[in-house]
């Protein structure tokens, strides 16, 4: 069982950063994909960023190259979304997730079995 807690939203003004925490609780394997969503009210769960965990190897949605950044501490179990250059539009609730062991990384998520309980980002303009 993998239980994930994220961390780090809040409201912020535009053109400014966050970086977002998911510390990753109990039974981790390093043999699975990190993701990081966002959702915001009516709308599909969209991909942001992905990790494999062991291998380092990441993925950015199209939309977010350039200013959203994956990085893990495996000392800590943690994975980080740093998000630069914040917009009105980047306002939503920020979802950290995991896939089983073994699986690869993914820009679906509905192929993430693990997922926190979210955290808010609010960009004010």
């Known amino acids: 069982q993998v239980h994930l807690a994220e961390s780090g939203g809040g409201l912020v003004q535009a053109g400014a950063s966050l970086k977002l925490s998911c510390v990753v609780v109990v039974n981790f394997s390093s043999n699975r994909c990190m993701g990081w969503f966002r959702q915001t009210p009516g709308k599909e769960r969209e991909f942001v960023a992905a990790?494999?965990?062991?291998?380092?190897?990441?993925f950015y949605a199209n939309s977010g190259k350039g200013r959203f950044t994956i990085s893990r501490d495996n000392a800590k179990n943690t994975a980080y979304l740093q998000i630069n250059a914040l917009t009105p539009e980047d306002t939503a609730v920020y979802y950290c997730a995991a896939t089983t062991i073994g699986s690869y990384c993914s820009r679906d998520y509905s192929l993430y079995d693990y997922w926190g309980q979210g955290t808010q980002v609010t960009v004010s303009s």
């Open positions: 990790m494999h965990w062991s291998s380092g190897t990441t």
